[in-house]
């Protein structure tokens, strides 16, 4: 099966009755001289090249405890790594379009993991892009000789671009796209929705488990700059050609780091969510934060689907084997400093709201909050006051901050009738088929149809005075005020 595209000839293949081109190029080659470049147009090729087999991944090796280790890619990486793949159910068509980031705490990660492969949106009439962009120190490291911020970010913007360019060959809509992702994805969707150079590539927008979170300032990003040569005792000149596994270790152990061990005076504002290597505010590729952004009506204009776990924190919180009141205290501190809260008056305002949990539920209560569902609500409430929201939740509401963890919906969002799970990791394994059909469907909607639908009729927006959310559960679908979104008030310095 054949397309032309901008740069030339694909060949794909029919997979489970939609059509498949994987690992196609949107942009070139990370070579050591474009390593910290903007992304650069795909040199055309000539003849007809072979989509049948996935790309190389961009170079990581695990990172952030269990969590980031789980999440890590072993495949194989190397230099041609900024691909897309596409499933399609007709090249002929004009069908809706997901473009779909991963997560991995901006370090880890591909559009090429497993659960990734299924072509459940093909099969269900949409044309589905995954996107592979640059990690790391590669996508986020910021440098002062001239190398452009939020070069990850700007991967995926060219693979935007692409898709507009491309994916009428391929059987889509440009003008119907959805630019959606998880977790650091989330992230993604939340930061290009203020980066004006994305605004017109996308229709609607979906982050996942993630929203305004991970935003450096320039003097943290300089922070970063510094930590990262000093490590590696290197000038900023030498980075492009720095062998690439001293690069990807001094990567991780940064990233460990911080990530185990908050530090305000080192980490700034990246203390509070211990990922180093995020978008920074340059006054340029992102000129604000995207909450600010949003509050100014500057993000774009396009409806929006948003939503969390009800246990987001579940997993990430076994990184500490132990923990108490006080242990919980002072380990939040420095991640407390940047909104001007101390670890034990945000540990007190907790304990008060809920007496029942134990101190491991307080410390998933606050971490959750803290990384996902607080920058979710305020992203959610900031842009409902200029275009449609829907908010969800996925998952039951279980005692001490237990429920659905991060990530748990990912294998029923991405399930398609009748397909084999048996190689998919635990973590993301299906067992309840129905539930996991009407999960894909109700994504599905928000792609597809103007008024996105859901089990239960039409899915009912979401505002600031209306704070309804769908909660997702194998009981069943239900609307109920959102159960998360008054905690936002704990985080205000003023009750102190």
Same mark, same amino acid.
């Given at each position: 099966?054949?397309?032309?595209?901008?740069?030339?000839?694909?060949?794909?293949?029919?997979? @489970?009755?939609?059509?498949?081109?994987?690992?196609?190029?949107?942009?070139?080659?990370?070579?050591?001289?474009?390593?910290?470049?903007?992304?650069?147009?795909?040199?055309?090729?000539?003849?007809?090249?072979?989509?049948?087999?996935?790309?190389?991944?961009?170079?990581?090796?695990?990172?952030?405890?269990?969590?980031?280790?789980?999440?890590?890619?072993?495949?194989?990486?190397?230099?041609?790594?900024?691909?897309?793949?596409?499933?399609?159910?007709?090249?002929?068509?004009?069908?809706?379009?997901?473009?779909?980031?991963?997560?991995?705490?901006?370090?880890?990660?591909?559009? @090429?993991?497993?659960?990734?492969?299924?072509?459940?949106?093909?099969?269900?009439?949409?044309?589905?892009?995954?996107?592979?962009?640059?990690?790391?120190?590669?996508?986020?490291?910021?440098?002062?000789?001239?190398?452009?911020? @939020?070069?990850?970010?700007?991967?995926?913007?060219?693979?935007?671009?692409?898709?507009?360019?491309?994916?009428?060959?391929?059987?889509?809509?440009?003008?119907?796209?959805?630019?959606?992702?998880?977790?650091?994805?989330?992230?993604?969707?939340?930061?290009?929705?203020?980066?004006?150079?994305?605004?017109?590539?996308?229709?609607?927008?979906?982050?996942?488990?993630?929203?305004?979170?991970?935003?450096?300032?320039?003097?943290?990003?300089?922070?970063?700059?510094?930590?990262?040569?000093?490590?590696?005792?290197?000038?900023?000149?030498?980075?492009?050609?720095?062998?690439?596994?001293?690069?990807?270790?001094?990567?991780?152990?940064?990233?460990?780091?911080?990530?185990?061990?908050?530090?305000?005076?080192?980490?700034?504002?990246?203390?509070?969510?211990?990922?180093?290597?995020?978008?920074?505010?340059?006054?340029?590729?992102?000129?604000?934060?995207?909450?600010?952004?949003?509050?100014?009506?500057?993000?774009?204009?396009?409806?929006?689907?948003?939503?969390?776990?009800?246990?987001?924190?579940?997993?990430?919180?076994?990184?500490?084997?132990?923990?108490?009141?006080?242990?919980?205290?002072?380990?939040?501190?420095?991640?407390?400093?940047?909104?001007?809260?101390?670890?034990?008056?945000?540990?007190?305002?907790?304990?008060?709201?809920?007496?029942?949990?134990?101190?491991?539920?307080?410390?998933?209560?606050?971490?959750?909050?803290?990384?996902?569902?607080?920058?979710?609500?305020?992203?959610?409430?900031?842009?409902?006051?200029?275009?449609?929201?829907?908010?969800?939740?996925?998952?039951?509401?279980?005692?001490?901050?237990?429920?659905?963890?991060?990530? %748990?919906?990912?294998?029923?969002?991405?399930?398609?009738?009748?397909?084999?799970?048996?190689?998919?990791? %635990?973590?993301?394994?299906?067992?309840?088929?129905?539930?996991?059909?009407?999960?894909?469907?109700?994504?599905?909607?928000?792609?597809?149809?103007?008024?996105?639908?859901?089990?239960?009729?039409?899915?009912?927006?979401?505002?600031?005075?209306?704070?309804?959310?769908?909660?997702?559960?194998?009981?069943?679908?239900?609307?109920?005020?959102?159960?998360?979104?008054?905690?936002?008030?704990?985080?205000?310095?003023?009750?102190?």
């Amino acid at each position: 099966m054949l397309v032309e595209t901008t740069a030339g000839i694909v060949e794909g293949f029919e997979e @489970n009755g939609y059509a498949a081109f994987l690992g196609v190029p949107y942009a070139a080659p990370i070579t050591p001289e474009r390593r910290f470049a903007a992304p650069q147009p795909v040199s055309r090729w000539s003849g007809i090249r072979s989509a049948k087999a996935l790309s190389a991944v961009c170079p990581q090796i695990p990172t952030y405890g269990p969590v980031g280790k789980a999440a890590t890619s072993t495949l194989e990486f190397g230099t041609d790594f900024l691909t897309v793949n596409i499933r399609t159910p007709s090249v002929t068509g004009s069908a809706p379009v997901l473009v779909w980031i991963h997560g991995g705490g901006y370090a880890v990660g591909s559009a @090429n993991e497993a659960v990734l492969q299924s072509g459940a949106f093909a099969a269900s009439g949409l044309v589905e892009v995954t996107v592979n962009y640059r990690l790391g120190a590669l996508g986020f490291l910021h440098l002062n000789d001239g190398s452009p911020d @939020n070069r990850g970010l700007l991967d995926q913007i060219a693979a935007l671009e692409w898709v507009r360019d491309n994916i009428a060959a391929f059987g889509g809509d440009p003008k119907q796209v959805t630019f959606a992702g998880r977790s650091a994805g989330g992230f993604s969707i939340a930061a290009v929705m203020a980066m004006p150079a994305a605004h017109g590539l996308f229709a609607r927008a979906m982050p996942q488990s993630g929203a305004s979170t991970g935003v450096s300032t320039m003097d943290d990003a300089q922070k970063l700059n510094r930590r990262m040569l000093d490590y590696l005792q290197v000038t900023e000149a030498e980075l492009a050609n720095l062998p690439f596994e001293k690069l990807l270790i001094a990567q991780r152990d940064l990233c460990n780091e911080s990530y185990e061990q908050h530090d305000f005076e080192r980490d700034g504002s990246a203390s509070m969510l211990g990922v180093p290597f995020v978008p920074v505010i340059d006054g340029a590729s992102l000129p604000l934060h995207p909450e600010d952004a949003a509050a100014r009506g500057k993000t774009a204009a396009v409806p929006m689907m948003i939503g969390c776990t009800t246990g987001e924190y579940v997993t990430h919180a076994t990184a500490q084997p132990e923990m108490d009141f006080e242990l919980a205290a002072r380990l939040l501190h420095q991640r407390m400093l940047p909104l001007g809260l101390t670890g034990a008056e945000v540990v007190r305002r907790y304990r008060e709201l809920l007496p029942e949990h134990t101190a491991r539920g307080i410390w998933r209560a606050v971490g959750g909050d803290l990384v996902f569902q607080n920058p979710a609500t305020r992203f959610a409430r900031l842009h409902a006051a200029h275009q449609p929201v829907y908010k969800y939740l996925y998952g039951p509401i279980e005692a001490d901050e237990l429920g659905a963890p991060h990530g %748990a919906e990912v294998g029923e969002v991405w399930y398609r009738s009748g397909m084999d799970v048996s190689h998919l990791p %635990a973590r993301q394994a299906v067992t309840r088929v129905r539930f996991a059909e009407a999960v894909h469907e109700t994504w599905v909607s928000f792609v597809r149809d103007q008024t996105p639908r859901t089990p239960i009729g039409d899915w009912l927006p979401y505002s600031e005075t209306t704070p309804t959310v769908l909660q997702i559960e194998e009981g069943g679908f239900h609307y109920r005020a959102d159960p998360f979104g008054s905690r936002t008030t704990l985080w205000e310095p003023s009750l102190v």
